[in-house]
């Protein structure tokens, strides 16, 4: 069973900054795309910002030109890095992977992040 463990968040203030890491106990290699997705009270998951096997990344309109996500191979971690922070980022931020050979889906428990003056 692959085990992905969320690092990183806590409370900040509007146009500060946050690093999430979700380190992955297996080889990011094995999955097809990691990446990072979020649920604020009372809506729905949403996707923040992925990166794919061979690199290429995606983002949501919303976080595009604040948040990057990027890899460390050797460490298997996937980090999100989180600046200029809204109060509307606020949530339950969650890290996916999707295995590269069978399309199964893993989550890790999820990390709070507060964006509050």
């Known amino acids: 069973q692959v085990q992905l463990v969320e690092s990183g968040g806590g409370l900040v203030q509007p146009g500060g900054s946050l690093r999430l890491s979700c380190a992955s106990s297996r080889s990011v290699f094995s999955f097809y795309a990691m990446g990072w997705y979020r649920q604020a009270p009372g809506k729905q998951r949403e996707l923040v910002a992925s990166i794919l096997n061979g690199g290429s990344t995606n983002y949501a309109n919303s976080v595009k030109g604040r948040f990057t996500i990027s890899r460390d191979n050797d460490k298997n971690i996937v980090y999100l890095q989180m600046n200029s922070l809204k109060p509307e980022d606020t949530a339950v931020y969650y890290c996916?992977?999707?295995?590269?050979?069978?399309?199964?889906?893993?989550w890790g428990q999820g990390i709070q992040v507060t964006v509050s003056s």
């Open positions: 996916r992977a999707v295995e590269l050979i069978d399309n199964r889906e893993h």
